[in-house]
């Protein structure tokens, strides 16, 4: 069974930075599309960044602010210029499939989930 696991959430003032990560273990796939989900109460699921093969991408909120970034089965967020807004549990999602095309912030792409690292930004 694929595990996901998160880790590096944590709270930091507006303006701030955080580093998540995520590692994919006991695979049975040689590789993996992977990607940064975030969720609060009050919205939807929404994809945040995504990398295939070393391209990326990112939603409009966070471009310029946070970097994708992927090693084998372990991928990274390096989240700089953090606002408020940005407050969320952050999940970190894999998926097996070769797709050829950009890389997806779509939650119906990915299998694999992890259980989420919540990420708290104050004003």
């Known amino acids: 069974q694929v595990q996901v696991v998160e880790s590096g959430g944590g709270s930091v003032q507006s303006g701030g930075s955080l580093r998540l990560s995520c590692v994919v273990s006991?695979?049975?796939?040689?590789?993996?599309?992977m990607a940064w989900f975030r969720q609060t109460p009050e919205k939807e699921r929404e994809g945040v960044a995504a990398?295939?093969?070393?391209r990326t991408n990112y939603a409009d909120p966070v471009k310029g602010r946070f970097t994708i970034s992927q090693d084998k089965n372990t991928l990274f967020l390096q989240m700089n210029n953090l606002k408020p807004e940005d407050t969320a549990i952050y999940y970190c999602a894999a998926d097996p499939r070769y797709t050829g095309k950009e890389p997806s912030l779509g939650r119906s792409t990915y299998t694999y989930w992890g259980q989420g690292t919540q990420v708290t930004v104050s004003s």
């Open positions: 990398i295939d093969n070393g």
């Open positions: 006991r695979s049975v796939y040689p590789r993996y599309r």
